[in-house]
């Protein structure tokens, strides 16, 4: 499981302190090792035909801009990978995690216990199940903040999905808004769902499609309607509690296999 793969380690950037950036350096040295070891990349929906412990999954979240180069390298060593972008981000080139990323990393002198709780904490939470318009308001109700940070060139548009679509970069679904889908209702997770499906359809997938919970979040309810949409399910890196949720590795800098 990756999210941005970007130039260089930097220990005081976010994405390496929330464990969801990964460098240049290290990305091109898990691949070298998978060609070492003759070990097989494939996409997401080959895992309904089953796998051998020769095959490796590689995912991306979010559809971040930088991924680009991370495609065009897989691309070039004949290997596969399986994005889950997600619908707002794309289309609004906006996302309201990273915004609050963004200004964390441009203001000098946060205090601890706030930079802590936009990390991992209770404000982190809360921005898992709000809409970009609501986190708008509490932004600028809670830090006095009005305008977005630059996010100009964080994620890739749609017609970069389509190319690495057609280039054989699988497509699945993580949802519009990317909020929990164990935070919505019935028929909010219908509408995400649904728009979502549709949107991939539209960007060129042809397979059937899995689905990636946003923040990993599902229940019984969740799985028993993501179902009508696709039949592999994507949890994150911890013990899942439906047997049906695949389980992902988080690939850190530190990681070593
Ligand atoms: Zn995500």
Same mark, same amino acid.
């Given at each position: 499981m990756f999210h941005r793969v970007l130039k260089n380690y930097d220990e005081k950037n976010y994405y390496y302190q929330r464990q969801t950036g990964i460098s240049w350096k290290k990305f091109i040295e898990l691949l070298d090792t998978i060609e070492k070891k003759g070990w097989k990349t494939k996409p997401i929906s080959a895992l309904a035909k089953g796998y051998t412990h020769n095959d490796v999954f590689i995912t991306f979240d979010d &559809?971040?801009?930088?991924n680009i180069c991370a495609f065009d390298e897989l691309i070039n060593r004949g290997m596969i990978a399986t994005v889950y972008p997600v619908k707002d981000f794309v289309l609004d080139g906006f996302s309201p995690i990273d915004d609050m990323a963004l200004h964390l990393m441009s +203001?000098?002198?946060?205090p601890k216990d706030l930079s802590l709780s936009l990390l991992g904490g209770r404000l982190k939470r809360i921005l898992r199940g709000i809409t970009a318009s609501r986190y708008r308001y509490l932004r600028q109700r809670l830090f006095g903040i009005d305008v977005d940070a630059d996010? +100009?060139?964080?994620f890739m548009q749609e017609h970069h999905l389509k190319l690495y679509n057609s280039q054989g970069i699988e497509l699945g679904i993580? &949802?519009? #808004?990317?909020?929990?889908? +164990?935070?919505? #209702?019935p028929s909010e997770l219908n509408k995400e769902l649904t728009e979502n499906y549709n949107w991939i359809r539209g960007l060129g997938c042809r397979e059937s499609m899995s689905i990636c919970f946003p923040h990993g979040k599902n229940n019984k309810k969740v799985i028993e309607q993501s179902q009508l949409f696709g039949l592999i399910h994507l949890g994150v890196d911890c013990e899942t509690f439906y047997p049906s949720v695949l389980r992902r590795i988080h690939i850190t800098e530190d990681y070593c296999g």
């Open positions: &559809g971040y801009r930088d +203001t000098p002198n946060v996010s +100009t060139h964080l993580h &949802g519009c #808004s990317h909020r929990a889908f +164990t935070q919505l #209702s």
